[in-house]
């Protein structure tokens, strides 16, 4: 089923590709604010049918937009109205809620009776119990599962929804037309049967329902349209928490606020733009998207993982997407760290997986988290966040050399660095491990955290504490980033403890973690020290760490570009030999395109560099295929058939947007242009590898600390312009000294894809 998905700040809507939320859907379709959804059910009817789609688009983030038309009705006299002669359009958008004008035109020569309905209940449920989750820690169904859902009030031409939480919150939606409908009846809650005629190309089929529905409101606007004259409804949806005074807007002028705010967003960023049509349209999706997913918080600019699961604070999720777009955007690491500071670990609770210094996996605020039945608040389960921070902040440093801001992070610096020595090496053995002690903690705490991404060949669950494969290579990579930063800084002594560190890690695990028989890497270690042997697109993230030999590096490489691991739209997370293989699972065989990233990147450090391009080629091709050019969390991990020119299939229940499937586009470019920064020593490294299907670049106000500089790359060479500041071009060794003078940069006509797509 086709999603449409709206977001603005922390308020989004899901619904199916007619603009509803039908009765008893399970994918997560709904208004939802602040891990609450505070309309469960939104369905429209007109003459008793739903109405026939023909366009509907939800490309702009905030705005959607659906266009339909009639089936066949008799009117009231007994004249027959046809099909397609009455457009219905659906306009809609969100910012602090929901507004939607509902648009109707008659093209008959005469009058048309309509009665147009709007179903609309909350069931106020907390997103852990939409997602599924239904049991306390002792294993006992939740008794009562939430609080008390009230009956709807109606006052000052306000209709309200309400619910009190268990937490003694209360809730409510808020429901206003501008145009009072014909009627308006309360529904009191528990079994309707309702009678839709769903219309097809061929027939028309009614379907009689039963469902539960909380207490809700039934709308009907009694209309006669006339020949050729407009008529529109317009509705404002307000979600509130406590005592919060939704407030109202105007259509058309909050359209033009958040148009103009994305205007601004993306004149904020670094300006990129190609030859390639399709993959300037990939880059600017990316980064659109990014911003709707970003929240602004009183530490900066911080991005939620994903909609509709994830629409939350996380982690990993937050660390990896500022590292692919550093080069876009430097201010959503910053932003990003000081969140993560400020919510790093400062206790032993086995509750929330938490430990002194460790960086946080999720945070929620929700119903069910603020009463104590999950323990996200915040929750600390991930075993990568706590080196990945590491990585992020020499990262950011390396881009930004901010004084105030390394004397700022430092000390939440040296705890996650206690952190991994100490709390995160579980059994002492030299790697980190994860094992939760929470009764509702994560099985599993890498990057694929789902209960079943770590097993045997014979289906045996992998046992804790588990050493994964990429946790390593984290570790290694922030130890000597870190000890290069501490190095120029001053601070010798750590410095070259944590290089000897590193390189003791280096060592051990190239043997623990090789598989000779394989020749390739395990994917973990498991209590018992035995290797995981599943061959993953993990290995690949052990390239970007840089923690694997150089002889075990190429080996690996060929085999993620083998065709058990490479499906021709991308790098599998599980290899199709597994018997765990399951191109339709989450973390089984399907592919990621963050992951893919990470990898491309990986290999072009190992100067792997057609490896890389096959990488960011594969999920590119891939990424033309799905709607609006959007990378989406993830995809089955079907072989690409050229025979029959298959499309990537999707993944039912992926987030999308997704916070590092939007860094992926930038990231690849990142990669392609082989770019490294150096602000302290004012240097910024270039080593590019065009694609074939890419022949010009243009990159305009790249920030390296304080400098701003415009760089052209094509197959002809390199020409940089400085904007401001100093700084030097370095390109495979050898120096460009920018110019201070203006030249042009424009990009040459737009290339035809090539035949290979």
């Not at 469960?40 to 366009?55: E, G, Q, Y």
């Not at 027939?203 to 409101?217: M, W």
């Amino acid at each position: 089923m086709e999603k449409l998905v709206l977001i603005e700040d922390q308020v989004f809507l899901v619904s199916d590709e007619l603009g509803d939320v039908p009765f008893g859907n399970n994918l997560g379709l709904g208004l939802y604010y602040l891990d609450t959804r505070f309309l469960s059910v939104f369905d429209l009817t007109i003459n008793n049918s739903k109405p026939i789609l023909l366009s509907g688009s939800a490309e702009q983030n905030f705005m959607g937009h659906l266009q339909m038309a009639n089936p066949a009705w008799l009117n009231c006299s007994g004249e027959v109205v046809r099909s397609h002669t009455v457009s219905i359009r659906r306009n809609r958008f969100v910012d602090c809620g929901l507004e939607e004008r509902i648009g109707l035109f008659n093209y008959n020569p005469f009058p048309v009776d309509v009665e147009l309905v709007l179903l609309l209940a909350a069931d106020f449920k907390d997103m852990f119990q939409v997602r599924g989750l239904t049991r306390e820690p002792n294993g006992k169904v939740l008794a009562p599962s939430q609080g008390k859902i009230l009956a709807p009030e109606y006052q000052d031409s306000t209709i309200s929804l309400n619910y009190l939480g268990l937490d003694d919150v209360r809730r409510r939606t808020d429901i206003v037309f501008e145009t009072p409908p014909t009627s308006l009846e309360f529904l009191a809650g528990g079994s309707h049967e309702t009678t839709t005629v769903i219309q097809s190309a061929s027939c028309a089929t009614a379907v009689a329902q039963k469902e539960s529905l909380p207490p809700g409101v039934k709308s009907v606007f009694r209309l006669i349209l006339e020949p050729n004259k407009p008529y529109s409804i317009t509705m404002y949806v307000r979600p509130a928490v406590a005592d919060e005074k939704p407030r109202r807007s105007f259509f058309d002028i909050e359209v033009k606020e958040l148009r103009d705010s994305y205007e601004r967003w993306f004149a904020e960023c670094t300006s990129i733009e190609t030859d390639n049509e399709f993959f300037n349209r990939m880059l600017r999706r990316g980064q659109s998207d990014l911003r709707a997913l970003l929240t602004y918080r009183p530490t900066g600019l911080f991005p939620s993982a994903g909609i509709p699961w994830f629409a939350a604070p996380f982690g990993r999720d937050a660390l990896i997407t500022s590292l692919q777009t550093m080069m876009l955007n430097s201010d959503i690491a910053v932003g990003t760290l000081r969140f993560l500071a400020l919510h790093q670990g400062k206790e032993v609770s086995e509750w929330r997986d938490e430990q002194p210094g460790k960086i946080m996996h999720e945070t929620r605020v929700g119903e069910m988290s603020r009463r104590g039945a999950v323990p996200h608040t915040p929750y600390y389960g991930s075993v990568d966040s706590t080196p990945l921070f590491l990585i992020l902040f020499s990262e950011a440093m390396d881009w930004l050399d901010d004084d105030d801001l390394y004397a700022e992070l430092l000390p939440s610096a040296m705890a996650a660095l206690e952190w991994i020595d100490e709390f995160g090496d579980v059994d002492g053995d030299g790697y980190i491990e994860y094992q939760s002690l929470s009764p509702r903690g994560l099985r599993n705490q890498g990057w694929k955290d789902s209960r079943d991404s770590f097993a045997f060949p014979n289906g045996e669950p992998a046992e804790p504490p588990i050493a994964c494969i990429e946790a390593q290579g984290y570790v290694y990579d922030a130890k000597l980033r870190l000890a290069k930063l501490l190095a120029r800084k001053g601070d010798g002594d750590l410095a070259t403890r944590l290089r000897d560190d590193a390189e003791r890690l280096r060592e051990r695990f190239a043997v623990d973690f090789w598989m000779e028989e394989e020749r390739y890497c395990a994917q973990g270690l498991d209590r018992d020290k035995r290797q995981i042997p599943s061959v993953t697109s993990e290995a690949g993230h052990c390239l970007w760490s840089g923690i694997l030999k150089p002889d075990q590096a190429s080996v690996v490489a060929d085999r993620l570009l083998a065709p058990d691991l490479f499906s021709g739209w991308g790098i599998r997370t599980l290899s199709s030999r597994s018997p765990n293989f399951n191109p339709m699972s989450y973390h089984n065989g399907s592919v990621w395109p963050h992951d893919n990233s990470i990898v491309a990147a990986g290999l072009k450090s190992y100067g792997l560099d057609e490896y890389a391009i096959q990488t960011i080629t594969g999920i590119f091709l891939a990424g033309l295929r799905f709607r609006y050019g959007r990378l989406p969390e993830l995809f089955c991990g079907f072989d690409r058939d050229l025979r029959y020119q298959s499309m990537p299939a999707e993944y039912p229940v992926s987030c999308s947007p997704q916070a590092w499937a939007t860094g992926a586009p930038v990231f690849f470019l990142h990669t392609i242009l082989g770019i490294r920064a150096d602000a302290a020593e004012r240097k910024i490294y270039l080593r590019p590898t065009l694609p074939g299907w890419l022949n010009e670049v243009v990159v305009r106000n790249l920030r390296v600390g304080k400098a701003k500089i415009d760089i052209l790359v094509n197959r002809a060479g390199i020409t940089t312009a400085r904007q401001s500041g100093d700084l030097d071009v370095i390109v495979d060794d050898s120096v460009i000294t920018s110019s201070s003078e203006s030249i042009n940069l424009a990009p040459t006509c737009m290339q035809k894809m090539p035949f290979f797509v």
